[in-house]
């Protein structure tokens, strides 16, 4: 029988500095702010489905 090769699961090199780094910070505004769009967009949405359903219930 033959001896089986070890094989490496993890790389030999780490992710680079600029990966590992926090260089999403300066877009951390944007995100905010897609968020908080995202947000007030459900918030209209559910509204005029509970205005639909309130005018589909007085037919």
């Known amino acids: 029988m033959r ?24 877009h951390s505004r944007e995100f905010a702010m897609a968020d908080l769009a995202f947000v007030l967009t459900t918030l209209a949405v559910f509204a005029l489905v509970a205005l639909v359903a309130k005018g589909v219930t007085k037919l």
């Open 3 to 26: 001896a089986v090769k070890a094989v490496r699961i993890r790389p030999y090199r780490r992710f680079p500095l600029t990966v590992r780094s926090s260089s999403f910070e300066p």
